[in-house]
């Protein structure tokens, strides 16, 4: 069972002074028993990665280019972030597919971009809440991740999976346990079906993740972690979070 990972995605959100004090505070906090990073907004990357730097937290972005440079204005390059020290950048939000119309194609090419310079992608998946009362859920997943395996071939071992219901993100509900697991280790088995490490490969839970579900969530058989939204935001939330993954 590979090691836990929580993943603080603090979306548009933060300030200088804010982000500080947060990242003060977490620092006091852990170590904890898992992997820990925080994805931040991209103005603020530079000032988290001198403030985590030599430290048990990671650091991230948020999205990546899928291109290596050019013509492309307000993106942001794999190889600039990993100029900083970047670990990890998310591709495939739920968000960036539904407000930016980001394909499951391109989602696979951001991924690729990624790993080009050594980053550690995080894929989302995810189904609407009118996906699964229709009973599509195993099919949009199993879509959007087919993309990403198909594009990166032998190097999908490289990734982590994030599965984040669309319907539990920032709304308060959350999914499950019994339904989350379901839909991890659909996934878990179609990465069994593309390298024989999708059992080393974590696969973490995103949506309305709390310190009072958490543990719950994480003792699941096929759950490796979560991608921490609104909680993220708050240290003690975070910490209690992070605590529970082990």
């Given at each position: ?133 229709a009973g599509h ?106 605590r529970a993954a082990?």
């Open positions: 069972m590979p090691r836990k990972l929580v993943v603080g995605n603090w979306k548009m959100n933060g300030s200088r002074v804010a982000n500080a004090e947060l990242l003060a505070a977490l620092k006091v906090a852990g170590p904890w028993d898992a992997d820990i990073a925080v994805c931040a907004p991209a103005p603020y990357l530079g000032e988290v990665a001198l403030s985590l730097q030599g430290e048990f937290i990671a650091w991230g972005a948020q999205d990546v280019s899928a291109h290596e440079s050019g013509a492309y204005t307000g993106e942001v390059s794999a190889a600039m972030l990993a100029e900083f020290g970047c670990k990890y950048a998310i591709v495939g939000h739920s968000e960036r597919r539904a407000y930016h119309a980001e394909s499951d194609q391109l989602v696979a090419d951001k991924a690729k971009a990624a790993l080009a310079h050594r980053l550690t992608p995080i894929v989302c998946v995810g189904e609407t809440l009118a996906e699964r009362e859920t195993d099919e949009v997943v199993k879509r959007q991740l087919s993309a990403v395996i198909h594009t990166l071939g032998h190097c999908i071992p490289q990734i982590v999976v994030a599965y984040e219901p669309v319907w539990a993100i920032g709304t308060g509900k959350t999914a499950s346990p019994e339904q989350a697991q379901a839909v991890h280790a659909l996934l878990r088995a179609q990465l069994k079906a593309a390298t024989e490490h999708a059992a080393d490969m974590r696969i973490l839970y995103g949506g309305s993740v709390k310190a009072d579900n958490a543990a719950q969530l994480f003792g699941q058989a096929d759950i490796d972690g979560g991608l921490i939204g609104g909680a993220s935001l708050k240290a003690a939330d975070f910490a209690a979070i992070c082990h």
